[in-house]
């Protein structure tokens, strides 16, 4: 069976999500649809600089929910944290913008 060509360039898609894509929660449903809405706002304020963005989520973060949030916004890194239960969210944005959220104290 011959293998069917492809079309110019449809090996190099990509899928971007244009939608949060939340890979890991153990958040009430309150506060991660809050902290899912404040992150993309934040990423779509600040696309060009992800230390104001995750600064700007975690002052947000510690505004609305009591303090000791801790914020990770970027491409291509790995993370491992302690963090009190019920209170991490970590998700994707906009194809490999990855936002890591958690509160420990």
């Excluded at 404040?38 to 600040?46: Q, V």
């Excluded at 790995?78 to 490999?96: A, D, H, M, P, R």
């Amino acid at each position: 069976m011959e293998d069917q060509p492809k079309a110019e360039g449809e090996a190099d898609k990509k899928i971007v999500h244009v939608y949060p894509l939340v890979k890991f929660s153990d958040m009430n449903d309150d506060v991660r649809a809050e902290a899912i809405e404040l992150s993309i706002t934040a990423c779509e304020k600040y696309a060009q600089n992800y230390e104001v963005a995750a600064k700007t989520i975690k002052e947000l973060m510690d505004k609305k929910f009591g303090t000791f949030w801790h914020v990770v916004v970027g491409e291509g890194f790995g993370y491992e944290v302690s963090y009190e239960t019920k209170n991490i969210l970590y998700l994707f944005f906009g194809g490999n913008l990855a936002i890591v959220l958690w509160k420990c104290s």
